[in-house]
């Protein structure tokens, strides 16, 4: 069975710093391109930051650009999200997913439970 599971979430004022995890489990990823997303009240989810098999090339959403990092350890097989600079509306929750090979997009019934961040004013 596959699970991904996120961790890190947690209250922070503005300016201030997360680091988020995911750990994976029941598959190794290593070979597979990893994104953050993250789902607001009354939002759709949205991409946040992808980052290839190799952790060669990362993308970001333009919201998030200078401010979030994301990287990985296929070792571990683990994907985390560095996020600075946080602001209220990044308040959501964030989930971690790999991206299919065949159809480039994240795996639908991957989607895990997520970890809340609340960014105060």
């Known amino acids: 069975q596959v699970q991904l599971v996120e961790s890190g979430g947690g209250l922070v004022q503005a300016g201030g710093s997360l680091r988020l995890s995911c750990a994976a489990s029941g598959r190794t990823f290593s070979s597979y391109a990893m994104g953050w997303f993250r789902q607001a009240p009354g939002k759709e989810r949205e991409f946040v930051a992808a980052?290839?098999?190799?952790?060669?090339?990362?993308y970001y959403a333009d919201s998030v650009k200078g401010r979030f990092t994301i990287s990985r350890d296929n070792g571990k097989n683990t994907v985390d999200l560095q996020m600075n600079s946080l602001k209220p509306e990044d308040t959501a929750v964030y989930y971690c997913?790999?991206?299919?090979?065949?159809?480039?997009?994240?795996?639908?019934?991957?989607w895990g439970q997520g970890t809340q961040v609340t960014v105060s004013s």
């Open positions: 997913n790999a991206y299919s090979g065949s159809s480039y997009q994240p795996y639908d019934d991957y």
């Open positions: 980052v290839s098999w190799s952790g060669g090339h990362t």
